[in-house]
């Protein structure tokens, strides 16, 4: 009796085992589902901004040397030119999400005028297209808030330059010439993202540009010099990430 027992409980332990065995196999050979990864977004590196810009030129070094009349040249005078307001479109290309290069594009209209012993004398007007390339650094730590540094260069050039043709003092400049020049640029600022494509952006660069120009005065006296415009760009605006 013990025995007939002792069978059955081997013959249920071997039962059981199969069956285990079986569920195991059965279990390996079903398919596992795993949950779809998200769709990957393609990436777009281009970004633009439209700005209204504040162009702060800082003339105080600047020269001026008035043939044969040294009264009237520095140290004894020297320029001061106009700020402006304009429009301003950037274009930004990023080869990574940290490291971008940006074009500003934007023209300005400046009036020029004299200091020192040329106080009050009117020279003139010229109109600046100053194209400035920058590579920055954008900070991505800080969520929607991305701040960025950045130095380049721009070439400047001078075009519609007119002499104010207006007399003070015994004095009128007839002639009005500035030469295109290069200059370096830094730059800091930030954009403020609402979204993955639209945000706020606020804008300093700081420009060294420093022309030549040459000038008439009377329709004979040749006036030549450095015009140190050296402007700060102050800029507010739109930020769009394609």
């Given at each position: ?30 398919p ?18 439209l ?39 950037d274009?930004?290309?990023?080869f ?13 209209r ?15 007007k ?5 194209p ?22 721009n ?9 104010s ?7 009128t400049?007839?002639?009005l ?13 930030f ?17 060294w ?5 040459s ?6 006296i ?5 015009a ?15």
């Amino acid at each position: 009796m013990d025995g007939t027992i002792r069978n059955l409980a081997r013959l249920a332990t071997l039962g059981a085992m199969l069956v285990g065995t079986f569920a195991t196999a059965q279990a390996a050979d079903l398919p596992v589902y795993k949950k779809a990864p998200p769709p990957v977004e393609a990436w777009n590196p281009w970004m633009i901004r439209l700005r209204v810009l504040g162009v702060l030129p800082d003339g105080g070094d600047s020269t001026v040397n008035v043939a044969g009349v040294p009264a009237l040249s520095s140290p004894n005078s020297g320029l001061d030119i106009s700020n402006q307001v304009v429009p301003e479109l950037d274009i930004s290309y990023f080869f990574t999400p940290n490291i971008a290069a940006e074009l500003i594009l934007g023209v300005t209209r400046h009036h020029i005028t004299g200091t020192g012993t040329l106080q009050g004398l009117d020279i003139g007007k010229t109109t600046l297209l100053p194209p400035t390339l920058t590579l920055q650094y954008h900070f991505t730590n800080f969520g929607a808030f991305k701040p960025y540094i950045g130095a380049g260069v721009n070439y400047t050039v001078f075009f519609n330059s007119s002499a104010s043709n207006t007399a003070f003092g015994g004095l009128t400049v007839t002639n009005l010439h500035v030469s295109n020049a290069w200059g370096g640029a830094v730059q800091f600022g930030f954009d403020y993202m609402f979204d993955k494509h639209w945000g706020l952006n606020v804008d300093v660069k700081k420009l060294w540009l420093q022309p030549d120009y040459s000038a008439t005065v009377n329709g004979a006296i040749p006036v030549t010099g450095t015009a140190h415009i050296d402007p700060w760009l102050v800029g507010a605006g739109v930020t769009y990430k394609f």
